[in-house]
């Protein structure tokens, strides 16, 4: 028997639990990526199934299939040109209306689909009772209940699509009839079409030639820009009689049609009270209990991350230092050894005392918070607070993952929808001080001179933030954009998917960061055993000395830091020889070291993060950007600080 | 389907109270708020060059926002905050800049 294969696209609105069925039908054999060449993410998998070997992607979440994101241009042109042998439409039976409206687009596209309508148990709560049958009919395509998080309906759902692939049934067609007047328009054009080769079916091509839909446009205008102008003039005639854009009224019409579907195929029967979901989305976006709700939750989230960051990351590094002996007794003391101990090694455990401490916790709790609903709310929330420096609310959560790590805080920017907030996002986010620097602020300043001069020091940084938060912003050219985000009901995550999400970003975190931790620390154990410490100290020493008043030897502690930000603190006290630091330094000394830590570079896996995200250049200009002006406010609180203490 | 009605006269969502309710009428993409520079291109996803009020237009317009729809403003969120509106059977929150262009008929 010859292998037989399948192609199988997951397609739907984000948030209908696209991601949890995926994973129940890919185990672990996914495989995350980019679209080649884009920035969007790109998640496979394989299953075998009844003698099949399927190959799953799952297209990003989307709300409409235009080409004005790249995540929906993406899962357009997937459909079209890979032609997938089956796509299987994940939508939300509490929110028919608006999944039906994605469905119907896809059903213009005339691909081969089945149809998973999930959360049926949340519909049921919210008094939806959605008639299968019925939409069935209505839609002319299989529909499959699923309750995705308890692993309901999965399976019979992969039969049917594969049923229905060997069937090789053909649905009828048109699915949306517009109104009179478009119809005709659309047909005129599929005439103008009839000999052109495109990959998009020919009712897709007319309608969204009358609809403007710029990528089309290209494609057709490359064969006969004549159907261009027809399309033009067309789409105007469209114009005069409803007073709208073309786009506009064919949008309206196809959600109209949705609507029509969704209402005959659902019963209301319960009459809509507050559900125990409902009273808990009121009170936690309400003005009072919701802000409350909202720092209490973000300082118990960050509390625990570093009550157990701190515990577990001193156990694994006594753990893995506990190895050295072992090392030495095997690479000897000698310069292999040095370079292999202190070069590789202390490399890696500077990774992993961070990643796990610190990083995993951080994504299961960002995880758990994104798909129960609540990031959504903070996103609401804080909206007004992330305008001031330019951006919409949804910039908030890179900005709080950067108080643990500006690592998966960068990569986390992607949310944003443009570039330009994604990079001003990115940029603000490298100013927040991160587990590491809070290690610093609290160890020197926070032992030495008291907590309200760490507080201090935590106040002057947000102050940074926001004042060149809004200088980037005006910086930057470009218009802001504006929040708009659906805030879907609460729910129970599904945890085997908040999981396998965190594990995937761990992955991330890994690939991205170690190799460039092992290296620098490698680069630096070099430098150090050919005795070019010293000198570098004093080729800054201009920078330290002078200008920071800071011990010369501070030059090499802050070059260390450049691997981890505590590191510089760790050097600090093991080149002076000391850990009681107010014998070395004095306070004025402890606050601008502090302040320089703080502000004068994203660490190098940051560094990396930023130029996976954005390229080398953009990147270069933030880092030579942030060490420049770390010493220019070092310098100069020194010499106010002088004034006054 | 969208009528204009001379005893109902427009008003942008941000106008609504909380528990209001609109149909809409139009989606202005309206003038650069509070004086805001407005050179340059929309910059990301979208490259080829359609402008970013169109954009948004549309993608109101995916969200279910088409000229005729009814619209609930279920709250808004405190310091000049954005507003959580309710259509379609669905939560949106909108930010304020966006909810500006939004031209509704208030419904009585």
Redesign the interface.
Known sequence: MTEKKLLIALAGNANVGKSVIFNHLTGLHQHIGNWPGKTVERAEGTLYFKGYTIDIVDLPGI??L??????ELVSRKYIAVERPDMVINVIDAS????NL?FTLQLMELETPMVIALNQMDIAKSKGVQVNIKKLEHLLGVPVMPTVAVKGVGIDKLLEKAIETVEKKQARKKPQVTYGEEVEQKIGKLMEKLENIQIVYPRRYVAIKLLEGD??IE?EIKRVNPEILAVAKELAGEIECI???CC??VM??ER?EAA?CI?RASQQLVSPIKPTRVERL?NFT?H?VTGYLTLILSLLLIFYSIFTFGDYTSTLLSDLLYGLEPFFTSVFGTGLIGAIVWGGIMEGLIAGVTVVLPYIVPFYLILYFLENSGYL?RI???M???M?KIGL??KAFIPMMLGFGCNVPACLGCRIM??????LLAAFAVTLVPCAATTVIILGLVGNYLGVQWALALYLFNFLIIFVLGRIAFKVV?????????????YRWPHMKTILKETWFRVAEFIKIAFPLIIVGSLALKIADVAGLLQPIASVLSPVTVVWLGLPAITGITLIFGVLRKELSLVMLAALLGTTNFAVVLTPVQMIVFTLVAMLYIPCIATIAALVRSFGWKKSLYITVFEIVFAILVGGIALRLLSLVM | MEKQNPNRPEVPLTALKPGESGIVTVIRGGPARHGRRRHGRFHGSLSHGITKDVVFEKRLMDMGLTPGTKVTVVRVAPFHGPFEIFVRGSRLALGRGMAERIFVEIET
Do not use: K
């Open positions: 709300y409409s235009s080409t004005y994101s790249l995540e929110v028919l209306e608006r409206f710029e990528d290209r409803h007073g709208h786009s506009t949008t309206s959600y609507g969704a989305h976006t003005r959504s996103a609401f929330l909206d007004n607070f305008h919409h609310g929808e443009t570039q330009r907030e994604r050219p470009g218009e802001p954009t504006a929040l708009m985000m659906e805030m879907h009901d």
